[in-house]
C-alpha cells in the first residue's frame, strides 16, 4: 500500500475529538493538541506534536531512543535511555540509526501512571511499526493513541484499556 494510500485508509477510521468518550483524551486533544492559541498556526500540527505534549503534560524527566535530530534541536533537558534509574515521565522513540531494538517491557518498566510514551512513524519503518503494534497489544499500556505520523500510550491504572484512531 503506498502512503497515500495509508493515510487515506488512516483518515476513514480515524475522528477527532468529537468521538471520544474519554475525558482523559479529551482533554489531551482539546487542551493540549487543538488549542485555539496562534503561535502554533505557522507551523505543520506533525512538526509541533512533540512541543504541544511536552508543554501539556509538563515532564520532569525525559529520556530519549533513538533521537530524531528535530527533537533534540530544540534543547530539552534529557537522560539518555541506556542509563535511566527509576521511572520517567516522558519516553519519546524516535527513528535512529539501526532501528529499535528496545522491547516494550523494558519501556514498561522505565514508566509509571502518568508516563507518557511517543513513538515517532513520521518516517516508514518496519521495526517501529512492529514496536507499535506490540505496545497496542500489550495489556499494560491502557491508552493507545494512533496519530498516523505519532503514536501516543499511557499506563493508567484507572482507566481500562482503549484505543483511538485520531486526527491531529
Not at 126 to 150: C, G, R
Not at 155 to 161: A, D, P, Y
Request: glycine letters at 6%.
Amino acid at each position: 500500500m503506498t502512503s497515500k494510500e495509508s493515510y487515506f485508509s488512516f483518515w476513514k477510521k480515524s475522528t477527532n475529538e468529537h468521538g471520544v468518550h474519554s475525558p482523559f483524551v479529551f482533554c489531551l486533544l482539546t487542551k493540549g493538541l487543538y488549542p485555539k492559541d496562534n503561535r502554533w498556526r505557522k507551523f505543520k500540527k506533525r512538526h509541533v506534536f512533540f512541543d504541544r505534549i511536552y508543554r501539556y503534560f509538563k515532564p520532569s524527566t525525559l529520556t530519549y531512543i533513538n533521537p530524531t535530530s528535530d527533537i533534540l534541536e530544540r534543547g530539552y533537558e534529557y537522560v539518555d535511555f541506556a542509563s535511566v534509574q527509576g521511572k520517567v515521565d516522558l519516553i519519546f522513540i524516535g527513528q535512529g540509526k539501526g532501528g529499535n531494538s528496545i522491547s516494550d517491557s523494558c519501556i514498561v518498566d522505565a514508566m509509571h501512571n502518568d508516563s507518557v510514551l511517543i513513538i515517532d512513524r513520521r518516517v516508514d519503518c518496519e521495526s517501529t511499526e512492529k514496536l507499535w503494534k506490540s505496545i497496542v497489544e500489550d495489556d499494560n499500556f491502557t491508552v493507545t493513541i494512533d496519530f498516523y505520523y505519532f503514536g501516543l500510550a499511557f499506563i493508567r491504572k484507572e482507566q481500562l484499556k482503549q484505543h483511538f484512531v485520531l486526527r491531529m
